[in-house]
């Protein structure tokens, strides 16, 4: 999977599927997709609509071609020390571990190059063709994370982290201006390691990134966001993420988080908050109105905000919303977790509501529950309209950023942890690729990319 030899000029014939709309699974059947010499897809038909066949590459039964997952939220230095020190709350254990692991990678270029390879490595076995990281403070150690996606063939948006208050003395800037220098630095040598102006090519892509509110002076904030609006530039950052960070600045700022965002242009279309997982409906309206995309991620959220994202109210105030792992504030990279956690979270959110409701004889609204077809959106072309990208969904002029999955073996048993299906005519079932979504695995993920080509 290398940006060089990205698929082109594809013919497949074979089972799609996707999940164009929010709640919206759409299996096509006997497809033909076809893409030009760039990677974007041309043709996407029924295959019995073609009159030419022949040159195709027919996916064997019991596989499917369906669109890569999006990470809208990853530590890529936290990597480091994925899955420890989570009996800390959030505030001690940015202390403890999180500036820890970032200092320590911007003091070793060569352990960062290994983190980073392993990262991208990983990210592909997982089904993630796009991710949305936050990196750490040196330059260098940015470059070292940008090139190691780039060679992965990684769709990655790079944000060097800005952070000039409140961190330990050696992992900190110096100063609100040297800060807002080295963030217009970095962006332009990310930017120049596109090798190619076209679009699909074009994977790489520098964020501006205020770490949050509390290591943030206003000087800061406020010139980061002359930057984005001078240049165009993609902004990301933690919002209202949780409880002691809340507090922390009402007593720090004597505001919210997103008042000061608000103030400082830094809540845009191009802007992808992680958490909001403490905004009320009013907020979230506004997020909706600034087109400020949220990357929800559940698995932190458990562990440190106290209280669970309200998704539903989010999705239907018509914020847009992908999904994130924290890695390392969450422990999984997976984002099939990620999408079980959602799920899993929003059902208790909604028996709670209905318990409460009960009580006091509201009346219902709309479930606040999500179901896998809602989460498979969100990790898909929900995290590539956060990203504003084409991908996500297998549309004419998008690039093909697709996942090959194998239910089924040549002689039709499941594949992996996919013990029985009720296979009623050997089609692809809803009931089938709902299975996959809740016990698949990463043996079930068989090419991403090129790979369909070359496993022919
Ligand atoms: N808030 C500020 N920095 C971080 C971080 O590294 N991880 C998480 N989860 N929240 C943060
Ligand atoms: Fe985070």
Redesign the pocket.
Known sequence: LTQTTMQRNLRIRGNFVQTPELGDLGILRDHLLVTDDKGVIVIFEPASSQSELTSCFTLPRGQFIMPTFVDTHL?AP?FLYQGNGLHLP?MQ??DEY?FRAEERLDGDPQLARKVYAQLARRLIQFGTSTVLL?GTIKEETNLILADAMKTAGLRAFVGKLSMDMLSKPSYIEPSADASIRAAQSFAEKCMAMNSSSHPHEHLLEPVLTP??V??CSDELLSGLGGLAAQHNLKIQS?LA??LD?VDFVRKQRGAEDIDIFDQYGLLTPRTVQ??CTFLNAPSLTRLSNRGTAIAH?PL?NSY?SAEPFPLREALDAGVKVGLGT?I???YALDIMNAMRHAVSVSRIREGNHQVAEREQQEETKQSLAINWIEALYLATKGGAQALGLKTGAFTIGAPFDAQQIQLLDSEGNGVGALDFFDLEDGGLTMEMIEKWWCVGERGNRIGIYDEIITSR
């Open positions: 530590h936290q959030l254990w940015l999180a936050f770490r949050f509390p290591t933690h993420e949780a960070q992680a958490h991620c932190s440190f924290d390392a504030g969450g």
